[in-house]
Every structure is written in C-alpha cells, then in structure tokens.
C-alpha cells in the first residue's frame, strides 16, 4: 500500500464465535465470511469486555474498560469527551463513517464520526436504566422468552428493515467515496443488529437450514444447580416464568443460524461493493462481534454472562498485503482495537493519547511478533446485584464478584467450563483475586454505578413529562445535490455519478 490503508469494519450484533465455521461450527452457512477467514488473521480466543451492547461498544471505541467510562449498561451515556477511534483516526486524516447500530445515549450521536448515514435501531435516552436497589421487580422492557417461544421464519421485521438500509447505505458511500474527489483514506463501520433476537427470520434464510441440521444445546444444567448470576439471569429474563419446548430451542436456533446467514450475505454484499468500488486492495477489512449468544448452552440465553457463549466474539483482520494469513490463540479484546486502528494509521507509531488506555495494540500478534495474553471483563448491567469481573489470561478463566461465590475454569481440559476449580486450585484463585484487588475498587465501583443509576432514572422521568427532545440520531438527507439538478450540466452530472468514469 502506497497511502495510508482504508478500514472497513463490519460489526455484528451477538454473535458468538461458536456459531461461525470459522471457529468450528458445523451447521451456519457463511461462505463470505469463511473466504474471508481463509485469508485473514483469526483471534481463536477474543472477547467482548462486558456482554451487553451499549458497554461493550462503548469499550470498543473507546480502548477503555466500561467502567472507565462510565459505560455500565444499555442506558449508558458515552460521555462526550472521551475520544474514540473515530477522533483519532479523523487527527489522522481519516473520513470517518459510520452506517447502522452503536447505541450511543445522550445527547452526542457521533462521537468522532464525520457522517452517519443511519438512525440507531434503539433509544437513546436513559429509559432502559436498571435498578439494582429493586432486582425483584423484572423491567418491562428488557428480554423475556418471548423470542424463544415464537421463533420461527417471518414475511419482515424491523431489524430487517434496519438492516438492509445500513448495507444498502455503506454500500452507497463506498461507490460515492470511489467517483469522489476526497483523497482521505477512509474508516467505514458497517454495524447490523442480526443476529440479535428475536428469532424470527424471512423465510429464505429460514429454509436455508431444516429442523434434522440444528445442534441441539451442548450443556445442560438444572436451574437449581446454576451459579447464582445465572440463576438470576434467568429471573431478569423471564426464563423461569415461560419454560421452553424442545421444539422452540430448535426453532430459535434455527432462525438464529438464518440470521448468522443474512449477516453473511448482507456483509458479502458490502465487500462486494468494496471489490466493485476498486478499494479493496487497499483497505484493512476488520469482523467483530458486540458479544455473543447463549442460545439455550446452561438453559439460558442472550448474554449478560461470562460463560464462552455469550462474552467471546469473533474476530478476523484480513488485509492479506500486510498480515500474513493465520491463527492467533492468545487472549485479547475487543478493546484492543482501538491502539491497533491507531497504530496502523500512524504508520506504526501510536499516537499520543488523550487518556490512559486499558486496550493494548493487536499489532505484535497481527505481525507475529508476541503480544500479551490477557483481557479483562465487566458486568454491571441488568441481572447483576453488585459488580462481576472476568480475567481470562493463558488457560484460566476468573470471575469474581462480591455478591456469589469465585468462579475458576481451565479452558483447555475445560471447554464448557463444568468444572469450578475455584476451591481445587487456591493458589491459582488467590493470585487472581489478588490482581481483582489491584485492578478494581469493587466497592467504589458499586457506589458509582448505583448513584448513576439513580440519577439516570430520575432524568429519564423528568424528561417524559411536557414537551419531549428526542437525543435519536436524525440522518440529514440533502435533496438538492442528490440525483439530477440544475446546478450543473446533465453531462456534468452523469460524468460525475457513472463509475468507473468513460473515457
């Protein structure tokens, strides 16, 4: 590459690693995606830093801890001045995009991002606040097994609605940005709500699978006998209100498999597009996932957990020009793309940074020179009573909070993480709360996030009385130079619109 490369990074909604053939899965139908592993670096053992959406995002962008941030849960205001990617690629000289989800709250919609092309599928005010002085009280709003219960193939949603705009959108400003006149490399985010539930998906990716192919949960484990974050997932989520078949398993992961395969043709479309547009040579192609899925492993579903299903993500970085092919197994994060995006944009120098950051660059892995085998985790959303850390370093996984009983799991004799080594491995498990003690204040971080909640709650009620000021992202459309006008010649503006341009 002679300029500074393009990045395009396509971000999925829980999907979990598990669920792609690239990580071993047997059933989903991806062939955009297995080319594109084929040809790319693959982190076998990457994770989200909190499962839920808004935290995990937040951290994303951010190279920062949730609670850094602030970012505790989905009704988290990113505040407006901590930078993200999108600052620091745009010091770069980066056009930075954004098209679809990233469930910014507040009054700042962008967050470094030069253009959004598309409104956010969920609010953004503080409406979905969790009360953790009040867990008996389920929220109204949040997950029940609704989506387990009815899953099954559709006509249309409106996550499909959504979706089709964001990649007919980013496809559209990959073919303006190639008959353009900006010399800018460019940082497009493609981020789609699928294969978040519910399970119910158009009928063409619903009979790409039939009822015999679905895999059936691997584990499981009576509620009785679940840990006690668990068990209280599944009282948040209404699991143990609406009991579930056998058939409404297969059903949902049926449709989630569909979902994984309309992500897999929407994303191929996009790189497609890429290809077409005559940029793909010179563009950095990043895949990721906000968390995963739980999918019924354990009797529980969605994410809100530490256990594989629902915190570890895929994620690929393919620019075959730079970084050889191949398979990364140390730990990392999410968090960690951020250094990686501005290192790469420095021509390898990391920039100065604003703040301090607990992401680390991928580059040493990328360039199979090393890197560091540890990421961290939080949770401190809904379902939680007082805060929940995860340390996953080597082969050891470590979950801790105040309020339950140590967690400790060796992945590699370990997998579906059956066996609590908590009590069987004390040196090991003191020397991780030892590094919990080091890393958090616990009890600082349970104030905080209470007193936050508190006053989220209370400006979400204020702000639902009188007239209402929506902070949804309002996309600007202006007509007058879209299509054919008269300030320029028709040949003028057919020259212009038509790529490649005639001779």
Request: hydrophobic share 40%; aromatic share 10%.
């Amino acid at each position: 590459m002679t300029r500074k490369p393009n990045f395009l990074i396509l971000m999925a909604d829980q999907l979990a690693a598990s669920a792609l053939p690239a990580y071993g899965n047997r059933v989903a139908k991806t062939p955009h995606l297995d080319a594109l592993a084929e040809n790319g670096v693959l982190f076998q053992s990457a994770y989200c830093s909190s499962p839920l959406c808004a935290p995990s995002r937040f951290a994303f962008m951010t190279g920062r801890l949730p609670s850094s941030i602030g970012a505790f849960d989905n009704a988290a205001e990113l505040p407006a001045d901590v930078p993200t990617f999108a600052h620091y690629l745009r010091f770069a000289g980066y056009r930075t995009v954004l098209s679809g989800k990233m469930h910014f709250c507040g009054p700042d919609q962008l967050h470094g991002f030069e253009e959004r092309l598309t409104t956010d599928i969920y609010p953004a005010d503080f409406g979905w606040t969790p009360d953790w002085s009040n867990f008996a009280d389920r929220p109204s709003w949040y997950h029940n097994m609704d989506s387990v219960t009815r899953a099954g193939a559709c006509v249309r949603t409106n996550q499909i609605d959504f979706d089709d705009e964001v990649t007919f959108q980013a496809k559209r400003r990959l073919f303006d940005i190639a008959r353009g006149n900006d010399p800018r490399p460019f940082c497009l985010v493609v981020s789609l709500t699928h294969p978040h539930d519910p399970f119910a998906i158009p009928t063409e990716y619903w009979n790409r699978y039939d009822d015999a192919e679905i895999d059936m949960p691997r584990v499981q484990i009576a509620p009785e006998d679940l840990d006690p974050h668990s068990r209280r997932l599944r009282h948040v989520c209404g699991m143990d209100a609406q009991p579930v078949t056998a058939g409404q398993i297969r059903a949902a992961r049926r449709a989630y498999y569909g979902a994984v395969s309309y992500v897999d043709d929407q994303f191929g479309s996009v790189l497609s597009a890429l290809a077409q547009a005559r940029l793909a040579q010179d563009t950095i192609v990043v895949l990721l996932a906000d968390h995963g899925e739980m999918l019924g492993e354990r009797g529980l579903w969605y994410k809100m957990s530490f256990f594989e299903p629902a915190s570890r993500i895929p994620l690929l970085v393919h620019a075959p020009r730079l970084f050889a092919p191949g398979t990364v197994c140390q730990s990392v994060s999410s968090i960690d793309l951020l250094p990686t995006l501005a290192e790469i944009a420095g021509d390898g120098r990391a920039p100065q940074y604003a703040t301090a950051l607990e992401g680390r660059s991928l580059l040493p892995h990328l360039q199979r020179r090393g890197g560091h085998d540890e990421m961290l985790g939080e949770y401190l959303a809904e379902g939680a009573v007082a805060p929940i850390v995860m340390i996953r370093r080597g082969r050891h996984k470590f979950i801790h909070c105040p309020a339950d009983p140590d967690q400790l799991y060796d992945l590699s004799r370990d997998p579906d993480e059956l066996r609590n080594l908590a009590g069987a491995e004390p040196q090991s498990t003191a020397q991780f709360r030892a590094q919990v003690d080091k890393l958090w204040s616990l009890e600082s971080l349970h104030a905080e996030v209470l007193a936050s909640q508190r006053r989220r709650r209370l400006v979400a009620a204020a702000l639902r009385l009188g007239r209402r000021t929506a902070w949804d992202y309002q996309p600007t459309i202006d007509a007058s130079q879209q299509y054919v006008r008269d300030t320029k010649t028709l040949d003028e503006i057919e020259a212009a619109a038509r790529f490649p341009r005639s001779p």
